[in-house]
């Protein structure tokens, strides 16, 4: 309840100071804040915002390109189809600092080493930025967020004078590397992120890449420089930690995790097998069930990868075990009698786990670890229905 006042709170004050334009005093700071992880699975990447601090007029505002709205029109089918706006809205600082506390999250400040000519050139952007017609953005979540935004609008506004520097990143790392750091691998969250985004988040990312999360936009504007005066000074003139969090990692209901749950269902799956083989037959209901399950998740991981504007659901190599052409097996495997072609269908399906393993072995792709027991379990299952359809 008290999370849900606080964020009452923080839209009451966005929606009062949205779009104003203010004067500022030599004394104005321009700051990023860095925001820690929250509970909930959006939360667990952290946020970035901009922050623009003039005691003198008595001016503390937030800039946080971190807002959807949910009563947008369409707004599931556009989230589905990857056309999700996000947009700058403003807000008071102290309400700001009131939700996240309220959160238990920590918030670190990095005040910006500028002239005078360099804190107006951002501010006028920012402001700009803020109108009703300038304010929507086309969300991208490696490339295009709130935390990048941080990136692109000192870019934009200071221009060469600015300088980022890969030592911010002295080890580099894949872009799904760089989420599962965040999240642990035992998660439903975790497995869902392995299983709809393709190989095209296992490339490294550049040292300015890695600034799609918050944490890393904090250590690029660490490291970087600005020209002032012909001079070469670090970007960052104060560090500041506003509040610290004691939020320890959370415990998983291991009973439940996704680990658990596929080696049950992957020992289910093998002791089917085993009581066939005892009897000499074959279970068409499991098989038929299997074909059916894979060959839905197929359909889904195709649509993300054709049907969307998402860019991390491209090149998705877990349609090798979630096929959908499996949807239409399921009506062949259920038959007393399959066509003789149906054992080469099962053959094929081990043939495409032989590539599932390749591309994990060399790199390719990454595939949730949690769907280890249950690849083994479909390999058991397809050699054995395999050969008992060619006998």
Known sequence: MRKFFSSVLLLLCVITTQGQSYPFSEATEISILTMGPGSDLPEKFGHSAFRIHDPINGIDVIYNYGVFDFDAPNFILNFAKGKMLYKLDTGSYGAYKSHY??????????????????????????????????????????YDNCATKMRDVLQISLGDKLKYYDTSVPVQFTFRQLIQSRLDYNTWGSLGIDTALGSVIDRMASPEEHQFLPDYVYTGAKDATIISNGIEKPLVLEKRVILTSSIKKGTNHLLWSPL???????????????????????????????????????????????????????????????????????FVVVKKSPPKWAAKYLFFLLVLFSLLIIHWITGVQVFAPALIPLFIALIVRYVYVWRFLKS
């Open 260 to 330: 658990v749950i596929f080696s049950v269902i992957g020992l289910f799956i093998i002791y089917i097998t085993f009581k066939d083989f005892k009897k000499e037959t074959r279970s068409r209901f499991l098989d038929g069930s299997i074909m059916l399950i894979t060959g839905i998740a197929g359909v889904l991981l195709l649509l993300l990868w054709t049907a969307t504007d998402h860019t991390a659901t491209a090149n998705n190599y877990n349609m090798l075990w979630a096929l959908p052409l499996n949807l239409f097996m399921a």
């Open 101 to 142: 506390a309220a959160q238990n999250r920590w918030m670190k400040e990095q005040v910006l080493n500028l002239t005078q000519e360099d804190k107006l050139a951002i501010a006028s952007y920012l402001q700009n930025n803020a109108t009703p017609e300038n304010r929507a953005y086309l969300y991208d979540f490696f």
